[in-house]
């Protein structure tokens, strides 16, 4: 919750359209609504780059509680965005073998 206050601390107008598309990216993970979820994540990414590290932690999190396919969108989500990420490459290649 500490990183989560952090990435939301200034209070300027694209922070709370960030936190408001976030939190509707969440929802739709959770419906498995991957499509409409990664278009949210990534638009909220855009607001607040910020949310990059937030996005990473919430996919390592995801993949620990057995949730791949969740970890797995987010993950591509954030390497349509930073398509360099080594370590991300790295931990979604780990989610990807695990699943076969």
Not at 26 to 54: H, I, S, T
């Amino acid at each position: 919750m500490a990183l989560w206050n952090n990435v939301f601390r200034s209070g300027n107008a694209n922070e709370a359209k960030a936190k408001e598309v976030w939190d509707r990216a969440m929802k739709y993970f959770d419906g498995k609504l991957y499509n409409r979820a990664l278009q949210d994540l990534e638009e909220a990414v855009q607001l607040n780059p910020a949310l990059r590290q937030e996005a990473f932690e919430l996919m390592q999190v995801l993949s620990g509680q057995g949730d791949d396919d969740t970890a797995v969108s987010v993950g591509i989500a954030l390497l349509k965005l930073d398509p360099q990420n080594h370590e991300l490459m790295s931990r979604l290649g780990n989610v990807l073998r695990r699943m076969n």
